[in-house]
C-alpha cells in the first residue's frame, strides 16, 4: 500500500523557512514507520498527473465513485481538505482497495494528515507497526524543528497530552485493562500515560496517585480525600497539582505527624 | 430534503472530564445558559451519582437553561438513576457497555445481569416520568453478534432513543454508515457520539447524519478525553453544505471565543507531563493490588 509523504514541499510553498539540516532525520523517521515514498525539496506536493481534490464526495456515495475511480488506475491521489473530509476520504479510499495516497504531518497544506492513516493502516491490521515505538515522537520532534510551530497538546496521535487520564472510569479502566478506554497503547506512538487528579476523579485514580508519590494512604479515609480533592479542584477550576494533592493527603492525616 | 439535527452538548459531562479541566457551578450555569441561549437542543450536564454538590450544581444550570431539555450520565445502576431523579432533569441517559470484554473485564457482570439492570433502571426513569436515552458504549469495536443482541434487548424494553458512542474515536466513514443504517433499520431514533482519536469525529458525524442519525453530539471547542470531541462550531461549518441545525454558525463561533479563556490547560497538562510520572511502572506491577 503506497502512503507518500508531500510535507517538506508543501511547508515550503507555504512559506516555511525550512530546517535543511534535520532532512536526513526526517527522512528516517517517516521510513521507521513504514511509509514508502518522501517528496524531497525539490519535488512538487502534487505532480501533474495526480488525482486532485474530490474534497466533497463523502457525502455522495462515495464507494461507487471511488471504485469507478480506480479503474482509471491513478498512481496517486491527494484528496483535497476543504471540507474538513481530507483523512476520511483518504480512509476510504484505502477500504476501497485504492493506493497512492498522498499526505502531509497533521495534514497541513490542506492534505490528509499521515500520521493518522499510518495509525489507521495499524488499527485496521493491514500494516501493523512495531508494539513500542519512539518513531512517532521523533516524527514530531523535527516536524516542530522543521517548521518552528509547536503542535497542539492534544493533537490526533501525535499530541503529547493525549494519555493523560483522570476521569474516574478511564482511570478504572487502566486499572483493569488499558484497552478499554484508548484507541492504541502510548507505547505504538512513543507517548506516556500521566495521572491528573480533579473534579471527576475516582477512589482508583487516588490511590494509584499516592503510590506515585510514594506514600500510602489508609483504605477507609480515601472517601474522605476524594471529597476534599474534589471540592479543592472545584474552587481553583483546575485539576490539583501532584503539590497541591499531597497536601490535602496530609491534612486528611491530620498533619505532617 | 436537507436533513434537519438536533445537537446535544456534552460539554459540561464528557467535556469537562477532560484532564486539567473543573468548573464551578457559577461556570457551569454560565455555560449552561449560553448554550441555551444559543439554540443546542439538550445539555448532558454531569453525573448526578458523583455526589451531593453535583446534584446541586445540576438543579442550578437547569434553572438556568429555559426549555432546553436536560440529561444526566448514569452507568446502568440503580444508584446512579436514583441520583438522577434527585436531580431535577429530563432525560436520563444511561450508558451500556455492549462488549463482552467491557462486561468482563470493567464489570465482572453477564449479559443478563447487564439486561436485568438495564431493565430496572429503566422501569425507575420512566416510573419518575423522565424521559430515557441508552448509549452503547464503545460500539465501534463490538462485532456483530453483541451488536445484534443489544439491538434485541432495547426493542425489547421499549428504548426508542439510541446513541451510538464511538468511546474510543476508532470508527471510519464506512463502518458508522453501516452502524447507523442497522439501528435506523431496527427502527430507533439515533443519536451520534464521536471522538477525534483519528481526527474522523467530524467526518463520521456527517455520514451518521446523512445516514439517518437525527442527534449529533459536540462540546464547546470540541473539548473531551484525549483528542477530543466534535467542537460545535466546527461541525456547524463543515456540515453546512449538506445539513441543517438549530443553532446559527455566527452564535456557535461567538460563544466558542467567549468561552475560550475557560478552556485553557495548556500550563496545566505541560506541568504534568514535565512532572516524574509512574504510572505505566505501577500499571505493570502493582495495579493488580488497587
Known sequence: MLLIDATIPTLLALGYNINFSKLNKWFKALRSVGVTRIRKPSEPAVALETLHGLDGVLSGDYAAIFRRLRRLEPLEVAFGDSKGQATALAISWLEEGGSGVIATLTGIGSFPALERLRVFLHLSGWSPLPESSQSFAQIREIYESLSGQKLPLFEPVLGRGLFVGESGVHVDGWLKDPSLYEPFPPNLVGAKRALAIGRHSGQGALRLKCWELGFKYPQEKLADLLALARQKATELERSLTDSEFATLAQEGLGGLG | ?290
Open chain 2, 1 to 290: 430534503m436537507r436533513p434537519r439535527i438536533k445537537l446535544v452538548d456534552a460539554t459540561l459531562r464528557d467535556g469537562e472530564q477532560a484532564p486539567g479541566l473543573a468548573f464551578s457551578t457559577k461556570t457551569r450555569v454560565f455555560l449552561g445558559a449560553l448554550l441555551s441561549r444559543a439554540g443546542i437542543y439538550q445539555l448532558e450536564v454531569g453525573c448526578p451519582v458523583m455526589g451531593p454538590a453535583e446534584i446541586e450544581s445540576i438543579k442550578a444550570i437547569k434553572q438556568s437553561t429555559g426549555s432546553t431539555r436536560v440529561s444526566a450520565w448514569n452507568r446502568v445502576r440503580i444508584d446512579d438513576v436514583l441520583a438522577s431523579l434527585k436531580s431535577g432533569v429530563d432525560v436520563a441517559h444511561l450508558c451500556a457497555p455492549i462488549r463482552e470484554s467491557h462486561l468482563v473485564k470493567k464489570l465482572g457482570q453477564s449479559w443478563a445481569t447487564l439486561s436485568q439492570e438495564l431493565k430496572a433502571c429503566l422501569d425507575l426513569v420512566r416510573g419518575a416520568g423522565l424521559l430515557a436515552s441508552v448509549g452503547l458504549e464503545d460500539v465501534s469495536r463490538a462485532s456483530s453478534d453483541e451488536l445484534v443482541r443489544a439491538a434485541d434487548l432495547l426493542d425489547s424494553l421499549n428504548v426508542k432513543l439510541v446513541r451510538l458512542s464511538d468511546t474510543v474515536g476508532v470508527l471510519t466513514p464506512s463502518r458508522t454508515k453501516s452502524l447507523v443504517s442497522y439501528f435506523k433499520g431496527r427502527g430507533f431514533t439515533v443519536e451520534f457520539h464521536g471522538h477525534n482519536d483519528l481526527g474522523l469525529a467530524y467526518a463520521n458525524s456527517l455520514i451518521a447524519a446523512l445516514s439517518g442519525a437525527e442527534l449529533l453530539d459536540v462540546t464547546v471547542a470540541g473539548v473531551g478525553e484525549r483528542a477530543g470531541n466534535c467542537s460545535l462550531a466546527k461541525l456547524i461549518a463543515l456540515g453546512a453544505s449538506w445539513l441543517d441545525f438549530d443553532v446559527s454558525l455566527e452564535s456557535a463561533l461567538e460563544l466558542e471565543a467567549e468561552t475560550e479563556a475557560l478552556f485553557n490547560r495548556r500550563a496545566y497538562i505541560l506541568d504534568l507531563l514535565n512532572a516524574k510520572t509512574a504510572v505505566e511502572t505501577f500499571l505493570k506491577n502493582d495495579a493488580r493490588s488497587v
